[in-house]
């Protein structure tokens, strides 16, 4: 009977003054000026907050961000100032807060990087903003995102920082960041060449370039050793000089979601999940064009061994060159990237082959190879989920992420089992099984968290979690209907969110009073609807109960509404109103 009542008591509601009926009373706009902009120039977008009139914006909730993944860089935000409001601010605390009560035009300063090497730059702008209504009403947070794609001159010379002349190169000479990403990708180059990729042929590979010694010493070892790296590298820095020119190409969502696959993809390498390797037709007749006859022979010799071994390095080698091209470093900084990773890469052979017996005197390949893999592995693994999350919605990467985590521990703990052998390989395993894991658990705690699945569980432990107050809330409709159909009791909805003034301003004056509680919880069944988190269960109740925030609705005992109060009610008329309720 109650809730045939409820359903015909609820069927048409009048929206509350002040209040848009259509949704928020608050807009965005955005404005970028036209025109190509040069490397490092600093250029303005406008940011233009609507309000419409009898509502207000807190200015400290108005937040600017930029995901630029390289494309666009934030340089500053200039908010002006608010006009002073004695009222209740976010936090519930009454005091002096600054609004916007009227349209207010926000001053963005975005920038192209100095290295940036495409033709168009491409970021996402996001402006996150909340407030509320003179009448009391108070409105969700909320975010807009707005695509940016600006055309960048390359023809014209980079601009300087500010009090500097215009120059196409930092102080040093090279692109800004360039000694960074060389020494990364060295160590990158250093780290592949302790893989079973690399490691186990240093040995064969030194004796086959050094054969051309002839008894010489070791500065000519070292000669002959150098002109085999030298054709090794320029391959690989030919493909960083490619990936370098794709930056434009690479900034935009289509793109990213592909290299987010392909990152994730070389991991699985890195794992085992599979090998990469040339098809052996392929690679033999490499080897076979490439026969060391001489000196000059080695360069081409180098060359053809960098394309054979370069599926076998593929994962970090993958990882380099999107890398690169997804940063936006320019072609030149690509192309000594590649270089230097191959020198570092080389590094061990460099050493083999000038001083042959020095290779003796490191450990010997063995399992502990596959545990630099691996760790490669979880680098690369990172960077695809860096890249996932860019393009993904949290509801969506959250439980992918979970779900990714838990498959790679418990793929980890099931090798653990399965060889039951004590080696420090095995304890890295089960170390890294514990933390894809705990990983896995974290993640799905913040889904079910996003979703309140918290609230049930946190009732029973402690009723009142979510407020000092000392009213005996239930959280769950169906057990509040349950309740109030049992026991003939009228029922009080609340609809309640931390981030709402007006609501933390009657969570003070109306439920911690100690009259009114004693009021609801005699002769009510109070059901909270926690607004804090936009859940479908929180839709649901806050369209059959025509519920803002802060509104409280009081239905008799029939189901028929009895009561409705929309802001901040005086207590003594509210405790009145209650007890006038049967």
């Known amino acids: 009977m109650l809730a045939v009542m409820l359903g ?20 965005v706009e955005l404005s970028v000026p036209e025109g190509a902009r040069r490397r490092g120039e600093v250029f ?25 993944g390289g494309g666009l860089e934030l340089v500053r935000v200039e908010v002006p100032a608010g006009e002073i409001k004695r009222t209740f601010g976010p936090d519930g605390e009454e005091g002096d807060v600054e609004v916007f009560r ?71 000479g090279v692109p800004e960041g360039f000694w960074r990403v060389l020494f990364w990708a060295l160590i990158a180059g250093l780290g592949v060449s302790f893989t079973p990729c690399i490691y186990p042929i240093i040995p064969i590979t030194a004796a086959v370039v050094t054969s051309q010694a002839k008894g010489r010493g070791w500065a000519a070892h070292l000669a002959l050793t150098l002109l085999f790296v030298l054709g090794l590298s320029i391959v690989y820095a030919l493909l960083g000089l490619v990936a370098g020119k794709m930056g434009a190409v690479l900034q935009s969502a289509a793109a990213t979601a592909v290299l987010a696959a392909v990152f994730l993809l070389l991991a699985a390498s890195l794992f085992g999940a599979y090998d990469l390797k040339l098809p052996d037709s392929i690679a033999n007749r490499l080897r076979a064009s490439a026969k060391v006859t001489g000196p000059a022979s080695l360069l081409v010799f180098g060359a053809v061994s960098g394309l054979i071994v370069g599926p076998c390095v593929g994962g970090p080698l993958g990882a380099l060159l999107t890398a690169v091209a997804k940063g936006g470093v320019g072609p030149l900084t690509g192309f000594f990237a590649l270089f230097g990773f191959a020198w570092g890469m080389s590094a061990l052979l460099i050493a083999a082959g000038t001083f042959p017996g020095l290779f003796s005197k490191l450990p010997r390949a063995g399992a502990w190879m596959n545990a630099v893999k691996i760790g490669m592995g979880l680098v690369v693994l990172g960077a695809g989920i860096y890249f996932s999350r860019t393009i993904l919605p ?19 703990l099931a090798w653990t089992l399965a060889h039951r052998m004590r080696s420090r390989l095995a304890h890295l395993r089960e170390t890294l099984a514990a933390t894809f894991l705990l990983l896995a658990l974290y993640q799905a705690g913040g889904v079910a968290f996003a979703r309140g699945a918290e609230i049930p569980l946190a009732d029973r432990i402690y009723p009142g979690y979510l407020s000092e107050d000392l009213v005996a809330w239930v959280r769950d409709e169906a057990a509040a209907l349950a309740r109030a159909r049992k026991e003939g009791r009228p ?21 911690k009073d100690p009259q009114i509680a004693d009021e609801i919880n005699g002769r009510f ?10 859940t479908a269960e929180v839709e649901r109740l806050e369209k059959k109960y025509d519920g803002k925030y802060p509104t409280i609705v009081v239905l008799d005992a029939e189901g028929r509404e009895a ?6 009610p005086e207590a003594g008329a509210f405790l009145e109103k209650l007890r006038a309720v049967r």
């Open 8 to 27: 015909a008591g609820l069927a048409a509601r009048a929206g509350a003054p002040g209040l848009d009926p259509a949704g928020s009373p608050f807009g």
């Open 491 to 511: 029922l009080l909805v609340e609809f309640y969110a931390d981030w709402c003034a007006a609501c933390n301003r009657n969570r003070k004056a109306l439920f």
């Open 563 to 568: 009561a409705r109060f929309v802001g901040e």
């Open 525 to 534: 069944v109070p059901l909270l609807v926690d607004g804090k988190r936009k």
């Open 394 to 412: 949290r509801s969506v990467f959250t439980p992918a992420a979970a779900a990714a985590a838990g498959a790679v521990g418990a793929a980890l």
């Open 102 to 172: 009227h349209d207010t035009r926000l001053r963005v300063r975005l920038r192209v990087p100095r290295a940036f090497g495409g033709s168009e730059a491409a970021a996402a702008l996001r402006v996150a903003f909340q407030g509320c209504a003179e009448a009391g009403i108070c409105y969700r947070p909320e975010e807009k995102t707005f695509p940016l794609r600006v055309a960048v001159d390359l023809a014209a010379p980079p601009v300087a920082d500010a009090g500097e002349p215009a120059a196409e190169a930092g102080d040093d």
């Open 44 to 68: 303005e977008a406008g940011v233009l907050l609507k309000v419409r009139p009898g509502n207000y914006l807190y200015r400290e909730k108005v937040k600017v961000s930029l995901d630029g």
